[in-house]
């Protein structure tokens, strides 16, 4: 069975512009912006502080993200050839990686074996947001690198025939997936076959292994006949800032990167250092000061319980009902019932 290639690029290029439209389709939420005078965008990338694209516009080297105008305005993750796909504010970026593949010709010989891996400067991949996901049906998969200590894990997906493999199934035949410890910073993928694909070669001739954002990857069957025009998936990063927890970061306030008055530090549970968000009933930068902007609640229908009358207020916002009604106008309270109708029920029953 053939695939055609420029199908598959386009089907690449198509999953990663997704997942970047994902992350943006959110609650919608006030611009991350970038360090007044400084650049905010890398192509259509935005790029919030503590990032920046030059000295002055990033809090230390770790946050620099190298805007490539030659070649598409593509972002890169520092000094590296780590393309960065988007960038939060709430402590997360994503990256693109490469996947690990193992291909034998019918009579069982190896036509190409490819590894994979990363080393990644400071942020650890994200152990809630990836998978370690490996295609094939006669597929053995290794990762290992270091999180503290040298780790290794893996999996292995098994099948005897196509009709054995499931869309959307990633159990163990014809996909296999398991999880990322915590704190990795650096990776190696490798895939391993038990016979050579002699017995799937027809609709099986390779075997796939990668790290991949969960929610970015669906198996399909498909992908059993032919991965490598999948040159690249997206991953996500956890970021922090600095090694300190938030009580030792607060000690020097000239340092510490909660600006604004309407912040709060929480500390990183992958890896040393502290993260900032904006207080509850805010939103925006709280990196910078008056980075964060009180929320109208009023004006997002579904950031408020009002059921008729909405007011904000500073960080917060309050319901009301109209003349005629009582009750505390919340959908999740006693609402707004009809205080004319409550006295004839009354006057009724009497």
Not at 278 to 291: A, I
Request: hydrophobic share 30%; with cysteine; aromatic share 12%.
């Amino acid at each position: 069975m053939e695939i055609n290639s420029q199908y598959c690029t386009c089907l690449q290029q198509l999953l990663l512009v997704a997942v970047a439209l994902a992350a943006s389709a959110e609650t919608p939420r006030a611009t991350a912006q970038a360090m007044p005078g400084c650049p905010d965008l890398c192509g259509g990338l935005s790029i919030p502080f503590p990032f920046g694209t030059k000295e002055g516009c990033y809090l230390n080297k770790d946050f620099l993200i190298t805007c490539n105008a030659s070649n598409n305005y593509e972002a890169f993750l520092g000094e590296t050839n780590i393309q960065v796909l988007n960038v939060s504010v709430e402590g997360q970026l994503r990256i693109s990686s490469s996947p690990a593949y193992d291909c034998y010709n019918s009579f069982g010989n190896v036509t190409k074996s490819i590894t994979s891996g990363l080393t990644l400067p400071k942020f650890p991949l994200s152990y809630t947001e990836n998978k370690f996901t490996a295609v094939g049906c006669d597929t053995d998969t290794i990762i290992q690198g270091w999180h503290a200590q040298d780790y290794a894990t893996g999996c292995i997906s098994y099948c005897g025939e196509f009709g054995d493999v499931v869309n959307g199934s990633c159990i163990g035949m014809g996909c296999c997936q398991t999880f990322i410890p915590k704190e990795v910073l650096e990776f190696d993928v490798s895939v391993y076959s038990f016979f050579n694909h002699a017995y799937v070669w027809d609709f099986n001739p390779c075997s796939f292994a990668f790290v991949v954002e969960a929610n970015a990857y669906n198996f399909s069957t498909l992908d059993l006949v032919d991965l490598r025009n999948e040159t690249k998936f997206p991953v996500v990063l956890d970021w922090a800032i600095g090694n300190e927890t938030c009580n030792d970061a607060r000690k020097n306030q000239e340092t510490y990167a909660c600006k604004d008055n309407n912040s709060i530090c929480y500390d990183s549970d992958n890896g040393p250092g502290y993260r900032c968000n904006c207080s509850e009933g805010y939103w925006g930068n709280p990196y910078l000061v008056n980075g964060c902007k009180d929320v109208n609640e009023c004006e997002i229908p579904n950031l408020n319980k009002c059921t008729n009358i909405c007011w904000n207020t500073v960080g917060n916002y309050t319901c009301s009902c109209p003349k005629g009604y009582h009750g505390d106008g919340r959908s999740d309270g006693t609402g707004c019932s009809s205080t004319t109708k409550t006295s004839i029920g009354v006057i009724t029953g009497n």
